[in-house]
Each structure stands twice: as structure tokens, then as C-alpha cells.
């Protein structure tokens, strides 16, 4: 069975930074991309950022070009989201999400879904 285990979230300063990770376990990481996805409350969920199997990235939110970055390591199982420069706007609760080797911005399209974990940035 496919799981998703999204950490590091928190409460954070303005400017401030945090990364996130995302642990995968019950299928191969090599061969799926990772996209990250937030939710802000009374919002739909919005594509962030994703990487696919080879490991190139693409933006999806253009308010987080040049200060989040992605990155993975299959032999951890592990995908990262470095976030950098965060702002009040960037308060969400984050998910992981996989699909086969290409990634996308839709929601529908990735079959499997972590928990989610909270971003606050606040000062």
C-alpha cells in the first residue's frame, strides 16, 4: 500500500524558513514524481511545486518562484521542500503526492496523498 508521510511544518517568522519532507513508503520512489500541493483554509488546493522521476522540477505557483526549491533521494525514500523567504500568504497545510514518473498540477492526477502538514507563518 502506497503512503505519504509529510513533516517539518510549523510556525514560523516572516522571512523565516522551513523544510519539509516527505517519506514514502510501499512502492519505489525512482520511478514516481513527487508533487507538493497546499491548502489554505476556505481554498481549493493548489499545486505548488513537483519533481518528477528524473528530477526535474516545475513550478505550479508562481509566488513561490526563486525561494522554494525541491529535491529527492531515492535511496531515503525521501522528498524535500525547501521553503525560503516565507510570507503570511504562504500559511497552508502542505501535502505530498505521487504519481508515475511525469509531473502534473491536478489534483486527479496523483493517486496517492500524504496527511498533510501545517505551515503557519506568523509573527
Known amino acids: 500500500q502506497s503512503q505519504l508521510v509529510e513533516s517539518g511544518g510549523g510556525l514560523v517568522q516572516p522571512e523565516g524558513s522551513l523544510r519539509l519532507s516527505c517519506v514514502v513508503s510501499?512502492?519505489?520512489?525512482?520511478?514516481?514524481?513527487i508533487g507538493w500541493f497546499r491548502q489554505a483554509p476556505g481554498k481549493e488546493r493548489e499545486g505548488v511545486l513537483c519533481?518528477?522521476?528524473?528530477?526535474?522540477?516545475?513550478y505550479y505557483a508562481d509566488s513561490v518562484k526563486g525561494r522554494f526549491t525541491i529535491s529527492r533521494d531515492n535511496a531515503k525514500k525521501t522528498v524535500y521542500l525547501q521553503m525560503n523567504s516565507l510570507k503570511p500568504e504562504d500559511t497552508a497545510v502542505y501535502y505530498c503526492?505521487?504519481?508515475?514518473?511525469?509531473?502534473?498540477?491536478?489534483?486527479?492526477?496523483?493517486?496517492?496523498w500524504g496527511q498533510g502538514t501545517q505551515v503557519t507563518v506568523s509573527s
Open positions: 510501499g512502492f519505489t520512489l525512482d520511478y514516481n514524481a
Open positions: 503526492a505521487a504519481r508515475a514518473y511525469y509531473c502534473s498540477g491536478y489534483v486527479s492526477q496523483f493517486r496517492a
Open positions: 519533481i518528477s522521476s528524473s528530477g526535474g522540477s516545475t
